[in-house]
């Protein structure tokens, strides 16, 4: 996925997708709070804004439940749209519509009614939402950048698990994403590491990180993810030693090392049934035969001239 037509005086769009999942953040295990987290990520938005006068931005916020934009906001979703904020002389004015934007998108996301019990048992964000919600949104800016300058990407800040029923949506962002040269870095800030986001940067050719030290997550961001794909193109980033490539079942939506595979619409299933429930497809099988008749079967195959032996007649007791 190589894009060669990449040169040093293309804009850059970047689409950051926040995790906001409170089950994970406010977790007693947590090395760090999203109040924390906040303050490095919004220094990360600024540096991509400083870095040209025509970057542009994006932020979406993976809750329970719900995905979002942050920035622009919902009135403002026209890629380069301006939102108001209060002037203040001591400040860049585009940092501060920023940082406002995304700082009352969370508050007011944190401050909705909790979830419902269903998603809350889940414990999981909707982050094939927001990877959808960030393509369309970069479909949008392309079509409407009519010198083709515009190089978009996507980064995903995540620390929730994974969630086996999100495997199908996510998969079919990762191919769209690739077909359109759109790279996905991924940012997993603490916990273990997230299969389907892992195939994601790998297939995208992105940049997936679990750093050792999540209170050094600014110096991550800028180091690894603040790169355009001109500039990563002579650096010596970070990559993945091992990728899982392990999938989720169709049927009980679980991650499987090995299952069935339906040959006509590539269904995935963790345990055998003679009839795929995705497309309805008949298998034709023959039943596998008991051990001891296998191996009776081979011997009289292998020695066709040997005698079969008898089967004992029953005597009558004298």
């Not at 987290?37 to 809750?63: C, E, P, Q, T, Y």
């Not at 995905?67 to 026209?78: Q, V």
Request: aromatic content about 8%; glycine content about 6%; hydrophobic content about 40%.
């Amino acid at each position: 996925m190589k894009d060669s037509t990449s040169n040093e005086d293309d804009s850059n769009l970047l689409v950051i997708v926040i995790d906001t999942n409170p089950f994970e953040w406010e977790h007693s295990s947590a090395p760090l709070k999203l109040n924390e987290a906040l303050k490095h990520i919004l220094a990360f938005m600024n540096a991509h804004l400083a870095g040209r006068h025509d970057n542009r931005l994006a932020v979406i916020a993976s809750h329970v439940g719900v995905s979002k934009f942050l920035y622009p906001t919902l009135n403002e979703l026209t890629p380069g749209s301006k939102i108001e904020s209060k002037k203040d002389a001591n400040v860049y004015p585009v940092f501060k519509v920023v940082n406002d934007a995304v700082i009352t998108g969370i508050k007011k996301l944190l401050q909705d009614p909790g979830p419902s019990l269903e998603e809350a048992d889940t414990g999981s964000s909707k982050i094939a939402a927001s990877l959808s919600l960030g393509l369309c949104y970069i479909n949008q800016a392309l079509k409407s950048d009519g010198m083709g300058h515009l190089k978009p990407r996507m980064l995903v800040l995540t620390v929730s698990p994974d969630s086996s029923s999100d495997y199908i949506p996510i998969m079919n962002c990762i191919f769209s994403a690739q077909k359109a040269n759109i790279p996905i870095d991924v940012c997993k800030i603490w916990g273990e590491d997230a299969v389907f986001l892992q195939q994601a940067a790998h297939i995208t050719e992105g940049i997936y990180m679990r750093p050792d030290d999540p209170h050094g997550l600014l110096q991550i961001l800028l180091f690894s993810f603040l790169p355009d794909m001109f500039s990563r193109s002579y650096l010596y980033l970070p990559g993945q030693d091992q990728v899982d490539f392990r999938a989720a079942c169709f049927c009980h939506k679980k991650i499987v090392d090995i299952g069935y595979v339906c040959s006509v619409c590539l269904s995935i299933f963790c345990s055998f049934s003679p009839v795929c429930s995705t497309c309805r497809t008949k298998f034709a099988f023959q039943p596998l035969l008991p051990p001891a008749r296998r191996l009776g079967a081979k011997a009289t195959a292998s020695n066709p001239g040997s005698p079969r032996p008898s089967t004992p007649t029953p005597s009558a007791a004298t």
